[in-house]
C-alpha cells in the first residue's frame, strides 16, 4: 500500500493504450525455460474481455523471441467500475497452469516444515556482505529503538550468509516505499519479487540487464502500485516496441477477479486493473496462480508459497497478498509483502511457528502496520530486511507505526538490519 512520499504514477489517467508483450523462451535444453506457445485463441481473447481489456492481436514475426514474440496493437477499454460486475465468486480465479518447467509440484495442505521441501545443493562460495551499495544514506550510527542498520555500522561483518547467491533489495529511485528485489542463485539463474513503482520501471529494467536478461521466476505478493508498477511499466513499453531483451519464463501470482478490487481495495483498483489486463495478452505457459503448499524449484532455491489468498474483514487489499519462503543453500527468507495483522495471524494459525521460523525476513508493509508481534517471534530471525524510506524510517507522521516494529525486533535482540532508507542492500 503507498502512503506518503509516494507518486501514483497511474493516478487519474485512463488506462488505455498498448498492454503487455509475450515473453517467450529461446528454445532450448535448459530446464528452467518454457516451451514457444502461441496465444493468439479465442479464449486468449475471451481472457482479455473478462479481464476489462477489448485487445486485437499482431503477430511480429523474429527470429528469437524474448519480450516481444506478439504485441496488443490496440486497447480500446479498460472495465470501469459502473459496468455489470461478474457473478463467478470474486475470491476464485482459475490457474492458467499448473505445472511450469521449474518442476512445480504440490505439498499436502497444511503441511508444515522446518526444512526446505527439496533444499537442493550447498554450493558455498567466498563472498562478503555489501551493505548500504550505491546509497547515499546517513554516516552514522544513529540509533533508532536499539536498532543499528547494516548501512550505519563502520565495520562490516564479512561471513558468507548465501553461499554463493547473492539478494539484493532495491531502495525507490524516488523517496517512496517499494519492495522490489532480486535473489540470484549461485548458478545465475535471476529471481525478482515484486518490483516497486512504475517509476522505478527503468531501473529495475536495467538491473536485470546486468545480471544476463534471464528471469526464471517472477513472484508478486499482490498488486498494489509499490510492487508491481516497474513490471506493468516494462511490459507496456514492450508492447509499445521498446525492445530489452529480458527473458522470463514465469509469473508467479494469485489475483482475484478486476470486481474484488473495486469493491475492497478501491484505492488500488487502477493498478490492479492494468496489470490483470496486462496479463491476459501473456503466453500461458508463463502464468502461474499459485496455491499453498505449492512448491518452484530454480536451481537449488526453493520457493514455497505459504498462504492462499486471504478474505478479512479489514485491510483487504494487502491482507490478500501471498507470502513466500525462500530456501537458499540452506538458509531461509521469508517475504511477507504487505501482509497486515489479521492475515499474519491466520498465517500464523495456519503455519504454526514451526512453519513461519526463518533466518531472514522482509518486514511487513515497510516495517510499519503489518503483521504484529507474536507473528514476528515465530519467524525469530536473525536478519531483518527493511524495505522503508528514511521519512518511514524515522516515523514521520503519528499513523506511522515503525517505532512500534522495532520496539518489538529489539525485543528479539535481532542484530543485523538492512534498511533501503541506506540505499540499495546486497547480501551474499
Known sequence: MRQRGQRNWLGGMLVTGLFAASIMSVPGTDSNMVRDRSFLSDNGLEAAEDAGMYAAYLPVKKSSFFLTEYIASEVTQLRSPGQAESTENPNQMSPVSTQTSQGTGQMPSGTQQTAAPDPGTNT???????????????????????????????????????????????????????????????????????????????????????????????????????????????????????????????????????????????????????????????????????????????????????????ETGSDKGNNAGIVYKLWVNGKSILFLGDMAEEGGQRLLAENGSDGLKSDIVQMAHHGQNGVGEDVYRAINPEICLWPTPGWLWDNVGSKYRTAETKGWISRLNVQRHYCTKDGDQVIR
Open 124 to 310: 558455498g562460495g567466498s563472498r562478503v556482505i555489501t551493505a548500504g551499495q550505491d546509497g547515499t544514506g546517513s554516516v552514522g550510527p544513529s540509533i533508532y529503538g536499539n536498532i543499528i542498520t547494516e548501512g550505519e555500522k563502520q565495520v562490516l561483518p564479512q561471513d558468507v550468509i548465501l553461499g554463493g547467491a547473492s539478494l539484493t533489495l532495491f531502495n525507490s529511485r524516488g523517496d517512496s516505499q517499494i519492495l522490489s528485489a532480486i535473489l540470484q542463485t549461485s548458478q545465475g539463474s535471476l529471481i525478482v519479487i515484486d518490483g516497486g513503482l512504475g517509476e522505478d520501471g527503468d531501473f529495475l529494467r536495467s538491473q536485470i540487464q546486468a545480471r544476463g536478461s534471464h528471469v526464471a521466476a517472477w513472484l508478486i505478493t499482490h498488486p498494489h502500485g509499490d510492487h508491481v508498477g516497474a513490471l506493468y511499466k516494462i511490459l507496456q513499453d514492450e508492447a509499445a516496441g521498446i525492445r530489452s531483451g529480458i527473458q522470463i519464463d514465469g509469473i508467479y501470482y494469485s489475483f482475484a477477479d478486476p470486481e474484488w478490487y473495486t469493491n475492497n481495495d478501491s484505492s488500488e483498483q487502477t493498478m490492479a486493473h492494468a496489470i490483470i489486463g496486462s496479463f491476459s495478452g501473456l503466453p500461458e505457459a508463463m502464468l502461474n496462480t499459485v496455491t499453498r503448499g505449492q512448491t518452484i524449484q530454480v536451481d537449488d532455491v526453493t520457493i514455497q508459497v505459504m498462504n492462499d489468498r486471504y
